[in-house]
């Protein structure tokens, strides 16, 4: 008999548990966020965070995890994207402007 595949909820579990265990960093004073990326017949992949949740908004690293249904491991996580490294960020003043002056907006110049 074939061994039943894991459910996305056991996989959420899953994942919760090895992110709070230190994986991705520190959870201390910390929240998860977490959204399905992609499902195959084999695999569920997240892209995973930390969010300092109380604290003043900083720019968040995320990180790819991938869970194997079947045998219902967890791969090491990859990092997905990281405003340390990118230099594609823009401040929060330089998005709002962004917005605000884009083409058609009674703002725009």
Same mark, same amino acid.
Do not use: C
């Given at each position: ?10 996989? %959420?579990? *899953? ?17 998860v966020?977490?959204?399905? *990326?992609?499902?195959t *017949?084999?695999?569920?992949?997240? %892209? ?23 045998a219902r ?10 405003? @340390?490294?990118s ?5 929060? $003043?330089? $998005? ?12 725009? @110049?």
């Amino acid at each position: 008999m074939a061994e039943e595949l894991a459910t996305q909820d056991e996989d %959420v579990s *899953a994942l919760l548990a090895f992110v709070f265990s230190g994986a991705i960093g520190s959870p201390e004073g910390k929240g998860v966020s977490y959204a399905l *990326a992609e499902a195959t *017949a084999t695999t569920f992949s997240w %892209v995973t965070a930390l969010d300092d949740m109380d604290g003043p908004p900083t720019p968040i690293d995320r990180y790819l995890i991938t869970f194997d249904k079947q045998a219902r491991e967890v791969f090491p996580p990859r990092p997905s994207y990281s405003p @340390r490294r990118s230099s594609r960020v823009l401040s929060s $003043q330089q $998005q709002a402007n962004s917005w605000l002056h884009r083409p058609g907006s009674p703002t725009a @110049r």
